[in-house]
């Protein structure tokens, strides 16, 4: 009796064991399964976006939070995640996104002037005006209640109230506004695009159209530079400029974008390149093609947004060591505007294998330095894990502790290859040094490298 008893007591936990484990395992196993299953719809929902985006007309962006108070353009509710185009501004939910796309459209890239007088309208987008902007015609803030509300013009950035719109003037016509001698007008391309016989001439004369201090400005952002900046700024650029002066060169390489210079007035291009040395050094690289084409007189002038972790060139240039969004996209404009121009020297550099007569030499272009041995080395490693892993190399800060990482491994580690006799060549000053002379202003970086090696000085 008592045996059977303690067997039923027994029985009895050994189910209620198998119960609770049971109810545990449900407990995990069910918020695993709920969880990856979100997961891949959220990844399916993604790629179907993506295909979206890429057949659209608009530059939609996805994003999970808006920075601001944001409404849907078609229903205007407020939403706190969505699409919007960064050309022209327009921003939708996800339910609302399809009829965006097919129902409001953006801005135009190539379009004719009116008629009668030659002169371009207002393009205006309803509602999500920037922050801190004031009515043309009232001067009171505009974009105030929360709401769907107000207009801006995607060209001239003017913006507008809903019942001062009435009140606008009709000989009010779209100038352009602060940056017209920047943008490169819908009406010209519309014009080149009709011309029978592209010549330079033709493109004078068209340009002469758009104004008498017209310099159209395109800019070629490296995306994968220093802090991962370049996404932001193209889609801002594009909102200030025509979408079609703004060039992403991870998608394009900078010869096909400066292209673009062979279909605008000889001598008026400047581009504005948003990247570090190595950036700046394929730009110049593809305007020197640009001179084995025989394009010589479309050859732009080039400034500098520095958005790399070495900035060295844009430093000595007087465009700053480092850019971090210190100063807002309209003001990097203004100063492409007033900015002064100079003429840089570049060097050719010949690199020729010692007692190989038969092997052609290597001509490279060198902007402001040159260099071999462990710290050339040291760049080359980091570029090519930077091109293997780009989403690592988010920050200026990580990509600079990389660096002091790989230079101090292929310090300890490996020893330059570089012959000494080799070194001063190099240097650009252009004359031979001589060991001990104090008027050799001998770079610091250099010195060591020299002091080390004593058989350079011949
Ligand atoms: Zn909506
Ligand atoms: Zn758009
Ligand atoms: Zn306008
Ligand atoms: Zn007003």
Redesign the pocket.
Known sequence: MCEEGREAREDCGSREEWTLLFWTSLAVVVPVIITLWCSAQRHKRKTHMKEFFRKSKHGWHYTDLFNKPTY?C??S?H?LHGAFCDCCGVC??E??LRRADRSLPCKEIMAPARPHDGAAEHRWVRGNVPLASYCAVCKQQCGTQPKLCDCRCVWCQTTVHDDCMGSLADADVCDLGEFHSLIIPPHYLYRVNKLRRRQPDDFTKLGASCGGSWTPVLVLANTRSGNNMGEALLGEFRTLLNPVQVFDLSQLTPSKALQLCTLLPPGSVRVLVCGGDGTVGWVLDAIDSMKLKGQDQFIPRVTILPLGTGNDLSNTLGWGAGYAGEIPVEQVLRNVLDAEVVRMDRWKVQVASKGSYFRKPKVLTMNNYFSVGPDALMALNFHAHREKTPSFFSSRIINKAVYFLYGTKDCLVQESSVHPSFLPSFLPWGWQPKQGDPDFPLPSHLGQLLRGNPKAFP
């Open positions: 849907c078609v229903c509710q939403i939708a939910d339910q609302c």
